[in-house]
């Protein structure tokens, strides 16, 4: 069993970062956490990296549901969503997949609540995968609208 779920796009970094932002919103996501791994490592170790995010996600339904089974599942929280430049100018964006990392916890009643955010956030690797360079400006609509 694989641990995250993942897709590529021909997408710049910072719109890849903002396409994912929005389509975990769209499933009820708030970004709790935002970590620029490439400037983390240059400021503390000197080294050069590529551009890779990761997003701290949270929906609060989900979380207060799995907190009220497991009350030390907040070690496992947030979700972590990945963004990150690989070769050939392709961007992967990458979530956790919580059922397999749920497998270390002995719980039966997480076990809905894991399924509902495994789905949530393969919705979310898929709808940033579907989308095109094309469709990002009807997206930003779409959210400003939204919003």
Do not use: W
Request: proline share 5%.
């Amino acid at each position: 069993m694989t641990y995250y779920v993942s897709t590529q796009v021909a997408l710049p970094f910072e719109e890849a970062v903002e396409i994912t932002k929005n389509a975990l919103k769209e499933k009820g996501f708030g970004v709790l956490t935002e970590i620029d791994v490439k400037g983390t490592l240059h400021s503390k170790l000197g080294v050069d990296f590529a551009p890779y995010r990761i997003l701290g996600a949270c929906n609060p339904r989900m979380a207060h549901k799995a907190l009220m089974a497991e009350p030390l599942i907040g070690t496992m929280l947030p979700c972590n969503v990945i963004v990150r430049e690989v070769e050939g100018g392709r961007v992967e964006v990458s979530a956790v997949d919580p059922v397999a990392s749920m497998q270390a916890v002995d719980n039966p009643a997480l076990a809905e609540t894991a399924e509902q955010v495994r789905e949530a956030m393969r919705e979310v690797v898929d709808r940033v995968g579907a989308v095109s360079e094309a469709g990002l400006a009807a997206i930003c609509t779409e959210q400003r609208l939204a919003d």
